[in-house]
């Protein structure tokens, strides 16, 4: 017969495990909750400093159904590569999506270089298309370098407005890159 006196071991060890499972539990979702809140923060700071600085972004954004912000890292020496986290706001709900992009490429590129995209979409459709499927660009070609830098259209082209712009960094670039944007499991 198994006396209490042999089974402490086995149930210390069995509520170790609970308690360590829980904590790291609990700091993966502080972590997830951090890295949102951040997402969050830089959006809203993308969003006002592309209200502020586009001339006509307040009538295209008041017009667009939903839109995306994104802060992305690009680096590259002859091959590029580039990365950021943002976040797809559905304008009727609020809903939030969190959404990760990725570059990659092969041309003139170098140096290295922080920007901002805003995407706008006029229908509801459109940005549901964007959230639930993500989106593919095929080709860039753009010579940024200084202060300020911006490409721009002034209205929605195909129910989409692309805006990125950047104060921060210095990159010479010309390639040819695939850029991918999804729905970040992790954070949703």
Known sequence: MVTIRRM???????????????????EV????????ARADANAEETIAEFLREIPGAQALFDAAAGYV????TKA??????AGGTGVA????????????MGSGGV???????????????????RFANFVDGGWDSSAT?????????????????????????SDRGLMASADVSGTRFWRSEELN
Not at 10 to 17: K, T, V
Not at 29 to 36: E, I, K, L, P, T
Not at 76 to 81: E, Q
Request: aromatic share 14%; hydrophobic share 45%.
């Open 8 to 26: 402490w071991p086995l149930c210390a060890a069995i509520m170790a495990m609970v308690f360590v499972q829980s904590s790291v539990a609990q």
């Open 29 to 36: 979702s502080r972590g997830v909750a951090r890295d949102r």
């Open 69 to 72: 912000a994104f802060q992305v």
């Open 76 to 81: 590259g020496f002859g091959v590029s590569g």
């Open 89 to 100: 706001i559905n304008k009727a709900t609020g809903e939030r999506t969190y959404m990760r």
């Open 107 to 125: 041309g003139l590129t170098f140096g290295a270089s922080r920007y901002d995209i805003v995407i706008l979409f006029e229908s509801a459709q």
């Open 141 to 165: 070609a753009q010579a940024a370098a200084g202060t300020q830098s911006t490409e721009l259209s002034s209205s929605f082209f195909d129910g989409v407005a692309y805006f990125q712009f």
